[in-house]
């Protein structure tokens, strides 16, 4: 591997860790980092007259680069439900900056590590045996070899500078003074500072690229708070019957879209759960054996063949998946279950993930979490570190087959592309935890600048256990009305708990949409607003503005 690559490939690491860990909590997004690393690459081999080398530079420096991001994103939607579990845990673990940081490298290197370990053995059956289209790599590809990549990298700059000025302008820099407020107040007099106008790139982009569809949702629960939640909340005052006492709408509100996940779940999840224990509707016993011996036979011969590097690495991920979950008070049974329903939850999502490009990080997760939790009674620490180990894990497996895919379109060795994901691994280990730690400090978890709507979801499903079962119910009954209409409840409950400003951002930039008549040639455009604006934000955070 040439040192070039690797410094290169280790600076966009960093690069895309910043970016998705904040874009993730955030928002509720996490798009692909990949195309991004894409096209700035063609600026850092411009001079480079082999097409083919250059080609297989920008592959191999993204390959290092994009893991950061796409762990981050699972980070990023799982570690902020300690927070909605347990407020008091995470000022305890930030209170200690290095511990902080050792525990994101060890578990990113743990999980991430396996999760490697299983994408190199998925490699061939869903690869090779099954040749899925994986979508991101034929695009990463595509971008890297387009003639017009040269065109979409200058529009990837020219939101790069568009969005830095308008953050100039919103915020200040030195000694320079603001010209544009951050929020605008619309209908104060009646709302108060309930519906808000806020200068928020991040926000218009993101509308843009998921487009009406994402966003008609969200508006919809919006506007539910008030129509439905508030009335429902206190209908004891003004109805001859009453299903429970008054109570404030915001503890209402939270057994009430409990419920609305949890609907989610209920319709969702059977069907799910079956295509993550078999892909046939009926299995003999007999298969059932045939297919544990030929996996056993398989791992034998892969334990046979490896290199010193497979083996050693294979070592030094048990050690620490171990070491870690010993630490943390898991039993040698949790552990055991742990392992065993990530390899599998792993295996369903990249091969998900190798059709439509896409990778669902949120229901398999709970699918693990669950049972855990029922059986062994986790604390909320335990709960969490469950949902971010998956995550990691399978943010790891699918981006390393995605790499696989990419590196035979190129011609890449894929032992090459195994060690640069391992390169990645070890870049994103170092830098997530300090990234977070500066996130977490400078900005309120939970609030509008760091809403983390998915940790929120996740808190709420399992704390639903707990809660009034009539008003988790009516939220049941709202889920299934809504499926009715075809209408996503869980866009509808990003509407209903996130604050306004952030769904009306979101909302202006969908309407863009209407404006343009290719979506997908601003891509790149939005591509660099998030980049700028995240960049913005931490580098305010690192000079103490």
């Known amino acids: 591997m040439a040192p070039t690559i690797i410094i290169i490939g280790l600076l966009f690491s960093v690069f895309s860790t910043v970016i998705l ?82 525990f994101f490298a060890i578990l990113c290197l743990a999980a991430g590590g396996f999760g490697l370990l299983l994408g190199s053995y998925l490699t061939k059956p869903l690869v090779d045996e099954q040749q899925q289209p994986f979508p991101v790599s034929s695009l990463t590809v595509q971008v890297a070899t387009s003639d017009s990549s040269s065109q979409e990298a200058r529009m990837l700059l020219g939101g790069i500078a ?65 129509l439905v939640v508030l009335p429902l909340s206190q209908h004891a005052l003004y109805l001859p019957f009453r299903l429970f006492d008054p109570i404030d709408a915001e503890t209402f509100s939270i057994a009430f879209c409990s419920g609305l996940v949890a609907c989610e779940l209920l319709l969702q999840g059977p069907g799910m759960l079956r295509k993550l224990l078999t892909s046939k509707k009926q299995t ?42 010993t630490f943390y008070g898991f039993s040698i049974w949790a552990q055991i279950l742990l392992l065993l329903f990530t390899a599998v939850a792993t295996y369903s999502i990249c091969s998900i ?11 398999f997760s709970t699918f693990i979490v669950v049972p855990l939790l029922l059986i062994f009674r986790l604390n909320p620490l335990q709960t969490t570190i469950v949902i971010v180990f998956f995550n990691i894990c399978a943010a790891a497996a699918s981006d390393l087959l995605f790499d696989m895919k990419s590196a035979d379109l190129v011609g890449i060795d894929r032992k090459k592309m195994y060690h640069y994901q391992w390169v990645g691994l070890i870049g994103t280990a170092v830098c997530v935890g300090f990234i977070l730690w500066l996130l977490f400090t400078n900005l309120q ?93 931490m580098g305010s955070i690192l000079l103490g503005k």
């Open 162 to 226: 568009g969005t830095t000025i308008l953050c100039v302008l919103r915020d200040g820099i030195a000694s320079c003074s603001a010209v544009l407020k951050k929020h605008y107040y619309l209908f104060s007099s009646w709302f108060g500072h309930e519906i808000s106008l806020g200068v928020a790139p991040t926000l218009w982009a993101i509308g843009f690229s998921v487009g009406l569809s994402f966003t008609v949702p969200l508006v919809i629960g919006m506007v539910a708070k008030y």
């Open 284 to 325: 003999s016993r007999a298969d059932l054996w045939a297919k544990g011996a030929g996996f056993c036979h398989a791992a034998y011969m892969t334990m046979r063949t490896s290199s010193v590097f497979t083996l050693g690495s294979l070592s030094a991920v048990t050690l620490g998946c171990i070491g870690l979950l």
């Open 21 to 102: 860990s904040y874009i993730s909590i955030a928002t509720m997004v996490g798009p692909w980092i990949a195309p991004t690393i894409v096209l700035l690459g063609h600026f850092l081999f411009i001079l480079t007259r082999n097409s083919l080398k250059k080609t297989r530079n920008i592959i191999a420096i993204q390959a290092i680069g994009a893991g950061g991001g796409i762990i981050a994103t699972g980070i990023g939607f799982g570690f902020p439900t300690l927070h909605f579990l347990d407020p008091h845990a995470l000022p305890a673990l930030l209170a200690n900056p290095g511990q902080f940081c050792l």
């Open 353 to 363: 993930s190798g059709k439509i490009g896409m990778v669902p990080f949120g229901r």
């Open 445 to 537: 978890l939970g609030s509008e600048a760091l809403f983390a709507q998915r940790g929120r979801a996740k808190a709420l499903l399992l704390q639903s256990l707990n809660m009034d079962t009539t008003i988790v119910l009516i939220g049941v009954c709202f889920g299934w009305l809504l499926k009715r209409f075809k209408i996503n409840s869980t866009m509808v409950f990003g509407g209903l708990v996130m604050p306004n400003g952030v769904t009306i951002g979101l909302a202006i930039g969908s309407l863009g949409t209407l404006l343009v008549k290719k979506q997908e040639k601003l891509q790149p455009l939005c591509a660099g607003i998030l980049a700028a604006e995240s960049l913005w934000i």
